[in-house]
Nanobody
Framework: QVRLVQSGGGSVQPGGSLTLSCEAD????????AGWFRQAPGKEREFVAA????????IYGDSVKGRFTASRDNAKNTVYLQMNSLKSEDTAVYFC?????????????????WGQGTQVTVSS
């Protein structure tokens, strides 16, 4: 069975931090670029961050630049999204994904495998 299993998320106050994790099960994540997307109610799924297969390159959506950091530990078959200075507008379901290529990309159609999604709620 090939899947991405997400953990982390939850509720936090504005200005707080959360870390999301995404572990590959059934395949070696090291050979794939990985991405993070999010979807708020009534909105399209939007690009958040992506990291290349070796972790040497990462890209970010404009709304999260300087606040979010994507990283990976290929020995653990896991990618992470560290989210700092969270705002109410960051509230969404977050999805991790693995791309068939090795370069970080913001293009949803480039991603072959998707995690189950995890809720992040930022509220006072």
């Amino acid at each position: 069975q090939v899947r991405l299993v997400q953990s982390g998320g939850g509720s936090v106050q504005p200005g707080g931090s959360l870390t999301l994790s995404c572990e590959a099960d059934g395949f070696t994540l090291e050979y794939y670029a990985a991405g993070w997307f999010r979807q708020a109610p009534g909105k399209e799924r939007e690009f958040v961050a992506a990291i290349s297969w070796k972790g040497g390159d990462s890209i970010y959506g404009d709304s999260v630049k300087g606040r979010f950091t994507a990283s990976r530990d290929n020995a653990k078959n896991t990618v992470y999204l560290q989210m700092n200075s969270l705002k109410s507008e960051d509230t969404a379901v977050y999805f991790c994904a693995a791309s068939g290529g090795v370069r970080a990309t913001p293009t949803k159609s480039a991603y072959s495998y998707w995690g189950q999604g995890t809720q992040v709620t930022v509220s006072s």
